[in-house]
């Protein structure tokens, strides 16, 4: 992907391993003016870190609720929680549609937002749950007899020692929601809203004429949204393979 956003746009079929010579071409066409290439990433930024921050408020007190109380039907809830992860986004698209025409919710940030919400949900209540479970009930009776209240013991010792297990599930939530397309696509189409992943399969090409194949600036945005990707990742590498990794040896 990398070779080819460095390709001319004369060379995108060249089957040499480097680009030769080097061109910026698909880059400043991926960026240039009234692309609104910019606009996009700050869209899928917006609507990504929303989604994580929703999920991880909403999947924490969720899945401390699970692991923690005891109620008649618990793993009957569980299982419902996980079921409804496992229905095809493609069938859920034409009710969704419809309710959000019904609410004029169609062109809205929330349109996006609430679905990939309702997706992530599940498997980070899930992740969460399990991470939880295996954490000795010990520790908050301990700070309770220190004197915290059980909110308190959540905030100041369980959260602290599950910071693994939240930045894991953080990542996945937001890697998640970044790569999110059909949703985004059958919601928006006013070009101010799309995400970059809408407007990267809209694109046209260097020559904007609609007829050249825009192999290269795909593969130029490509890189470019594939970049905060990496980063979360390299910045977050050890907590997250310590929530990967946690409970698999006692």
Request: net charge positive.
């Amino acid at each position: 992907m990398a070779v080819s956003a460095f390709r001319r746009p004369a060379d995108q079929f060249d089957n040499s391993f480097f680009p030769n010579p080097l061109s910026l071409d698909n880059i400043r066409a991926v960026f240039g003016e009234g692309v609104g290439f910019g606009r996009a990433l700050a869209n899928s930024l917006l609507v990504a870190g929303t989604v994580t921050i929703l999920t991880l408020v909403i999947g924490i007190l969720a899945a401390y609720t699970l692991a923690r109380l005891e109620f008649r039907f618990k793993n009957f809830v569980l299982a419902i929680i996980i079921t409804t992860s496992m229905f095809p986004g493609i069938s859920l698209v034409v009710p969704l549609l419809k309710l959000f025409i019904d609410i004029n919710w169609i062109n809205t940030y929330q349109a996006m937002i609430v679905p990939s919400l309702s997706f992530a949900l599940p498997l980070a209540v899930w992740n969460l749950t399990a991470f939880f479970r295996q954490m000795p009930r010990e520790l908050e009776q301990a700070a309770m007899v220190d004197g915290c209240t059980p909110a308190q013991a959540f905030r100041k010792v369980i959260l602290p020692l599950a910071a693994p297990g939240v930045f894991t599930t953080a990542i996945i939530t937001f890697i998640a929601a970044w790569n999110e397309f059909l949703i985004a696509l059958s919601m928006v189409n006013k070009k101010e809203i799309q995400t970059a992943n809408v407007l990267i399969s809209k694109f046209q090409g260097v020559s904007g004429s609609g007829f050249d194949q825009p192999f290269g600036t795909q593969m130029a945005a490509g890189v470019v949204v594939t970049i905060p990707l990496v980063i979360a990742v390299l910045i977050f590498q050890q907590r997250i393979v310590a929530g990967l990794t946690a409970g698999g040896v006692k």
